[in-house]
């Protein structure tokens, strides 16, 4: 079983920053072999990819995400942050992380998220 705790998600005025961070814990095998992502799910809408990281640390990004956002990984603390940079109202959901399957879907319990806010 493996246990993921995001944290770092706060109330930001349009063009603020945040990092977010999430930790995984319990079984998890290697973590630094294991690509992992960035999720988030805004109200009323369905769950989105916003930025994977390889164990090579080659990255990808949503479009709507490139260049304002950056995914990175501390495979000795089996975490992996986000940092959010211009952060607009649209970027407003509940943020996760997880290990994506690479045919879709993720491997482990989605965590309880971190609520990130975009208002004025």
């Known amino acids: 079983q493996v246990q993921l705790v995001e944290s770092g998600g706060a109330l930001v005025q349009p063009g603020g920053s945040l990092r977010l961070s999430c930790a995984a814990s319990?079984?998890?095998?290697?973590?630094?072999?294991?690509?992992m992502a960035w999720y988030r799910q805004a109200p009323g809408k369905q769950r989105e990819l916003v930025a994977s990281?390889?164990?090579?640390?080659?990255?990808n990004y949503a479009d709507s995400t490139k260049g304002r956002f950056t995914i990175s990984r501390d495979n000795a603390k089996n975490k992996v942050s986000l940092q959010m940079n211009s952060l607009k109202p649209e970027d407003t959901a509940v943020y996760y992380c997880?290990?994506?399957?690479?045919?879709?879907?993720?491997?482990?319990?989605w965590g309880q998220g971190t609520q990130v806010t975009v208002s004025s």
């Open positions: 319990g079984t998890i095998g290697v973590f630094s072999l294991y690509t």
């Open positions: 990281i390889t164990s090579e640390r080659i990255t």
């Open positions: 997880n290990r994506p399957r690479p045919g879709g879907g993720i491997r482990w319990d």
